[in-house]
């Protein structure tokens, strides 16, 4: 699968990824925009999937989210919803100015926090043709709640309260590892890292941010456009029960595929079944 090089700017910010074509034919190509999710970085594995939709004749657009990767953007590792939400909805329009690209039939394909945005912005950008949410964040609330247990709660929001004043004195941001030894994520990075570009650093306020984040409520308003979620029947990093949940709320064209396996297992052994998913959503969608 050949790519080049891509660059588009977002709100005064480089953002940079690749775009990979199908062989070429005299008709505009459709184009699926890939997103990935909390600490993912294009370097990973959003080409294996780009492979199969290419293959199926989809060009596909990637790109690292601000403050990760080879994108621009400070604090790096920060992960702020919003400016991602933001970021997916400029990358929508510089795909719609691509030579060769049919402007009209643009699909997103998002996993975890991505697959968050991705409910989010088919609610929101009606210039989305369908669109495939794969392992979706649901709730920041209730992740933030998962994630840090409640005894802990009061410690870490002072924590984080602390990193605010600090960042106003003009010191560094605060961090954490984004990938804990022994987790689901290191597990990923250990076996898709090839290459080492992998920054396994998190800033305090992402935490903060994610609070704020509930791609749930924009679930109802998704449907007239065609979505497909893809969920791990084992998933615990967003737990496999609030994406039933939120579901169950979208109406409309919708689909849900349901893999027997954990959050990260569909970056590895069983990412070819959830890309195949995918590819027969965009044939019959896109």
Known sequence: MGRQDIIFEAEGTALVGWLARPSASEAPSPLVILVHGLS?????????????????????????HRNWGRSAGWPRGETDPWRQVADLR??????????????????????????????TVSALDRRVRC????????????????????????????RLDADRDARRRGEPPAVTAAA?????????????????????QLTLRSFDL??????????????????????AARDTTTP????????????GTSELVEIDCRHYDVYMDHLPEAAAAATAWYRAHL
Request: negative net charge.
């Open 240 to 251: 496999t029960a609030w994406q039933h949940e939120t579901f169950a709320t979208i109406g």
């Open 40 to 64: 993912g970085i294009v370097d990973l594995d959003l080409a294996e999937y780009a492979e199969h939709f290419v293959a199926a004749g989809y060009a596909c657009l990637a790109y690292d």
């Open 90 to 119: 400029e990358a929508i329009s510089f795909a719609r100015t691509l030579p060769g690209i049919d402007p009209q039939r643009i699909g997103l394909w998002g996993t975890s926090y991505g697959g968050g945005h991705v409910l």
């Open 180 to 200: 804990t030894r022994g987790s689901e994520t290191a597990e990923w990075v250990e076996r898709k890292d090839v290459d080492g570009r992998y920054l396994n």
């Open 131 to 158: 669109a495939v949410s794969q392992v979706p964040l649901t709730s920041g609330s209730r992740t933030f709640d998962t994630w840090v247990p409640a005894a802990k709660q009061e410690a870490f929001r002072a």
């Open 210 to 231: 994610l609070r704020t984040y509930e791609p749930a409520s924009f679930a109802p308003a998704i449907a007239p456009t065609p979505l497909m979620m893809i969920i």
